[in-house]
């Protein structure tokens, strides 16, 4: 317990650092408006992907269906956020998304969850439409195709900043756990870790839920800084973005996820002047990384402060030992 408070205590540290270095690049003035919508939505990004990598990557379930748990938590915020337009509104949207988006994952995730493979992606996928066509059908709450707009603007890149290192540290921390190495011995042989006892179905819907809540948060996030909703921006496709993201960086890799979300923000930051050649250079290095690193940037590598806290005590160690001959 005492060395997972300090591992946790170290993570504080770096995530405390980053904070002050954007902070003081936003004070500078470094950061104008531009860069500031680039860095909220790879900050949103980097909620999903882990969030996905955590049901895709580790428990090894296949999900198509992050969109619509995004939608849910996008219209939960907007909806609450302009009935009672303060951040206390928006929170309790935030809340409101997380908690529906957690049931609907629970529900649909015991009976699916026992498929496998592309009958479970066809399955989570077939949820996602079904939740985007009953926010299309739901005129007298969610203005059906319309959408919502005219959303205060709550979301800010600190509170995206904040949001995302929780998630880090929810899923690093949940993946070390007893129930994390549960989730791991499933996706590693799921036959071999019934047979040692482990209730496969109850790690699978668990980290699928936990995928979903996560989702859902990023879903009131970008819903706060965009300030306005439509059905039309969580269909199949943004699941499949969320999905490239995970695969670039290395499925069940947080660090890979976090790494992915980084660099494929930046390059579309920096193809935006290219028009419709932004879309074929961005295809085209997804090609080439999956030719040259078809496992993704990192694999199945993972940045560890319990590595490199153990790295640099070794190192002290030998230096007194080699002073003390």
Same mark, same amino acid.
């Given at each position: 317990m005492k060395k997972t408070l300090k591992y946790n205590l $170290?993570?504080?540290?770096?995530?405390?650092?980053?904070?002050?270095?954007?902070?003081?690049?936003y004070n500078l003035g470094i950061i104008d408006l531009f860069l500031d919508n680039a860095i909220v939505n790879i900050g949103i990004n980097?909620?999903?992907?882990?969030?996905?990598?955590?049901?895709?990557?580790?428990?090894?379930?296949?999900?198509?269906?992050?969109?619509? %748990?995004?939608?849910?938590?996008?219209?939960?915020?907007?909806?609450l956020g302009m009935q009672l337009p303060t951040y206390g509104g928006f929170f309790l949207g935030m809340l409101a998304g997380v908690v529906i988006s957690g049931v609907v994952a629970l529900a649909v995730g015991i009976p699916t969850l026992r498929l496998k493979g592309d009958y479970l992606a066809?399955?989570?996928?077939?949820?996602?439409?079904?939740?985007?066509?009953?926010?299309?059908?739901?005129?007298?709450i969610?203005?059906?195709?319309?959408?919502?707009?005219?959303?205060?603007?709550?979301?800010?890149?600190?509170?995206? %900043?904040a949001f995302a290192a929780l998630t880090i540290l929810i899923v690093v921390n949940f993946i070390h756990s007893g129930p994390g190495r549960a989730v791991l011995s499933v996706r590693e042989d799921e036959i071999a870790a019934e047979s040692m006892g482990v209730n496969t179905t109850k790690y699978k819907v668990m980290a699928f839920v936990i995928g979903a809540m996560t989702a859902s948060v990023a879903g009131t996030l970008f819903a706060g800084y965009k300030q306005s909703v439509f059905p039309g921006d969580y269909g199949f496709m943004k699941s499949v973005d969320i999905l490239i993201i995970v695969v670039f960086?290395?499925?069940?890799?947080?660090?890979?996820?976090?790494?992915?979300?980084?660099?494929?923000g930046v390059m579309n930051t920096l193809l935006q002047d290219t028009g419709s050649?932004?879309?074929? $250079?961005?295809?085209?290095?997804?090609?080439?990384?999956?030719? %040259?690193?078809?496992?993704?940037?990192?694999?199945?590598?993972?940045?560890?402060?319990?590595?490199?806290?153990?790295? %640099?005590?070794?190192k002290g160690a030998d230096a007194d030992a080699s002073v003390d001959r």
């Open positions: $170290i993570w504080l540290a770096l995530i405390v650092g980053c904070y002050f270095i954007l902070f003081m690049l980097v909620i999903l992907a882990v969030g996905l990598n955590l049901i895709i990557g580790y428990s090894g379930q296949f999900s198509l269906g992050h969109a619509g %748990f995004m939608a849910i938590g996008a219209y939960a915020g907007a909806i066809i399955a989570t996928l077939g949820v996602a439409e079904i939740i985007r066509i009953l926010i299309v059908n739901m005129d007298g969610t203005n059906g195709p319309a959408g919502i707009f005219g959303i205060p603007q709550y979301t800010t890149w600190e509170m995206v %900043f960086g290395g499925m069940g890799s947080t660090t890979g996820a976090v790494l992915a979300a980084i660099v494929l050649l932004r879309m074929i $250079i961005y295809a085209l290095a997804l090609i080439v990384i999956m030719i %040259f690193k078809p496992g993704g940037l990192l694999g199945t590598w993972e940045f560890s402060v319990k590595g490199l806290f153990h790295k %640099f005590t070794k």
